[in-house]
């Protein structure tokens, strides 16, 4: 069990091996099982999500992923991806642009912007998008494992 939650997760990226411009993906298909699980998880039970009815009312004429679901995935490639396991989040800004709805492929990503190399962390540009329609982006520092702190425990 425990092998098979670990199969998706990348060896980490320690800071020193960081660059700036690179960057990591991940692409999740939406389902509206998944945004309901969401919505009973976290207790956000907005009928803009939920209900056919209310949302063909709305301006998206339909319903909608929550928009902190698809944030989620940002997380997903930085504690998995790049820089990967240890790394901890210190800050995320989303700029909310278009919404995602079920039964669509968002890719999420991050690219190094900035080294921070006293305190060991990065800022990373984050974007989630459905092929080029952006529907958010945003800026996340994290603190990354150093190879060098590592090597001394």
Known sequence: MEAEKLQ???PVTF???LREGMSAEYTRLVT????EMFAELT????PIHLDPSFAEKSIFKTRIAHGMLIGSFISTVIGTRMPGPGCIY?????NFMSPARAGEKVTAMAQVM??????????FKTVCKVNT?????GTALIQVP?????AEK
């Open 133 to 137: 329609r952006i529907l958010l982006d």
């Open 15 to 17: 800071f020193e091996d």
């Open 32 to 35: 509206q099982q998944e945004i």
């Open 114 to 123: 900035e080294l921070h190399p006293k305190k060991y962390r990065a800022t």
């Open 146 to 150: 150093s190879r060098k702190l590592h």
């Open 90 to 94: 210190l800050s995320q800004s989303l």
């Open 8 to 10: 998706n997760i990348h």
């Open 43 to 46: 207790g956000d039970k907005n």
